[in-house]
């Protein structure tokens, strides 16, 4: 049996080229930016929850503090996630082939470019209104929209995320029963 064949009964002609303990090396390397990227995506959504239901007046200096955190909490955890989670999940995909690890491949690039393309720039866009409006007592209705908008985008990219890990830890891909 070829070494790419092992334990996943796909066969990658790429990897023939790599003795046995490259290939292991590349599996744990996916495995691990995928469970650091999970890691992170799953700190940085619940630090949002959590300040969304807070029980603070939600005022424009609010909102300026709120923004001010998720601003760098986007650039800290959930940006780095998101591609960590991508990486590991494509090169699992290069390693093993196979359904279920392309939909899963699929499922993390979309929550890649809902995140990069969508919500990331409303981010930015919202935090912008927020900062703008400091020290005049109420957010704008710009702001509302905008985050409104933000988490609605954000909640698609919950469901994508539920729905990979459902995949992941629901679809069995060897025969034993």
Not at 60 to 83: C, K, L, M, S
Not at 88 to 102: E, M, P, Q, V
Request: with cysteine; proline share 3%; net charge positive.
């Amino acid at each position: 049996m070829p070494n790419s064949q092992l334990c996943t009964g796909y066969s990658n002609p790429y990897l023939e080229e790599y003795p046995m303990q490259k290939q292991l090396l590349l599996r744990r390397l996916a495995c691990v930016l995928q469970l650091a990227g999970a890691a992170l995506i799953v700190g940085s959504a619940t630090a949002f929850i959590a300040m969304n239901l807070g029980a603070r007046a939600q005022n424009a200096e609010f909102f300026y503090w709120q923004r001010y955190f998720v601003d760098n909490v986007v650039v800290i955890a959930t940006r780095p996630g998101v591609w960590l989670l991508f990486a590991g999940t494509a090169l699992r995909l290069f390693c093993h082939r196979g359904k279920k690890l392309f939909l899963l491949s699929l499922l993390a690039l979309a929550v890649a470019l809902n995140s990069e393309c969508f919500i990331m720039p409303l981010s930015h866009k919202a935090s912008a209104l927020a900062f703008k409006n400091t020290g005049t007592g109420a957010a704008s209705s710009a702001f509302i929209a905008a985050k409104g908008l933000e988490d609605r985008l954000g909640a698609v990219n919950g469901l994508l995320l539920l729905s990979y890990l459902t995949l992941l830890l629901g679809w069995r891909t060897d025969k034993r029963a």
